[in-house]
């Protein structure tokens, strides 16, 4: 395993395709790319980007025939930021609310999963290029079960 020094800083960028099936070519960039990393930022940080990416192929021209968004992810010393940047939404539509879905609902707990694993995070919507970024804290101390 490689590990970071103090003053490491590691940017990692990718642009993908809109589709739900991108999302495992995701998924597994990010784990190639923090292999590295504590268990814990690594797998919280690929359920929060695989769910801010859904969001932006669900709700966004990114997921329309030929959209992409944009991926950063940020890696200092201390904490892992990453943003997904979408291509703005479909129409004008309502902001997206944070609402719990019940046990059977097959949308709507994107914002949850999110929050469960963040300590910060903000979804800002825009008219060309909404973002959705997060925070994740390098702590190894921290157990695998994100509290909810």
Known sequence: MISMSAQEIQRLHCHAAGTPHELVRLRQWL??????????????????LAEAASNA????????????????????????????????PK???????????????EHGRGFSIIDAFCKRWEFI????????????????????CPSV
């Open 31 to 48: 784990r190639d790319q923090l292999d590295y990393a504590p268990d814990s930022i690594r797998i919280y940080a690929e359920h929060v």
């Open 57 to 88: 192929i669900q709700h966004s021209r990114s997921g329309e025939a030929g959209g992409i968004y944009e991926v950063i992810v940020i890696c200092y010393p201390v904490l892992l930021r990453g943003l997904v940047i979408d291509a703005g």
């Open 91 to 105: 129409a004008p539509v309502a902001l997206p609310e944070f609402t719990a879905a019940g046990p059977l609902d």
């Open 125 to 144: 919507p825009r008219p060309v290029g909404s973002l959705t970024w997060f925070e994740l804290d390098w702590d190894t101390t921290d157990s695998l």
